[in-house]
């Protein structure tokens, strides 16, 4: 069996929704300590619905293809239901990570918790 499904090879090669948001109102970044991979979550979310999302990752192939299928996944959800994204949603959209690998797709859901977390805060401090 090939170590990567087709579309974990989609999404690294042509990953969705890279880039920047320069209004962007929900911002996060995390790392990995141990592989040193790193994930900038851009979240433009208008009446609770996340109208944008855009992502930079400086990491590895699973780490590019987690963040990109992670965007697509909460792309027009409500911030409820994108607050509910998990590692585990994302690896199985898609179908599948190496066990190693699995943590890359954790890395995409602590980047999305934290853009939604800095989101809630500049709400709050309005
Ligand atoms: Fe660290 Fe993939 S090896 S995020």
């Given at each position: 069996m090939a170590l990567y499904s087709e579309k974990v090879m989609d999404h690294f090669r042509n990953p969705r929704?890279?880039?920047?948001?320069?209004?962007?109102?929900g911002i996060g970044e995390v790392g990995n300590a141990k592989c040193g991979d790193i994930m900038k979550m851009y979240l433009k979310i208008e009446d609770d619905i996340i109208k944008d999302v855009k992502f930079e990752t400086f990491g590895c192939g699973s780490a590019i293809a987690s963040s990109s299928m992670a965007t697509e996944l909460i792309k027009g959800q409500p911030v409820s239901e994108a607050m509910k994204l998990t590692n585990k949603a994302v690896a199985e959209a898609l179908d599948g990570l190496p066990a190693y690998k699995m943590h890359c797709s954790v890395l995409a859901e602590e980047a999305i918790q934290s853009a939604l977390e800095d989101y809630r805060n500049r709400k709050e401090n309005k």
């Open positions: 929704n890279v880039g920047v948001i320069e209004d962007a109102n």
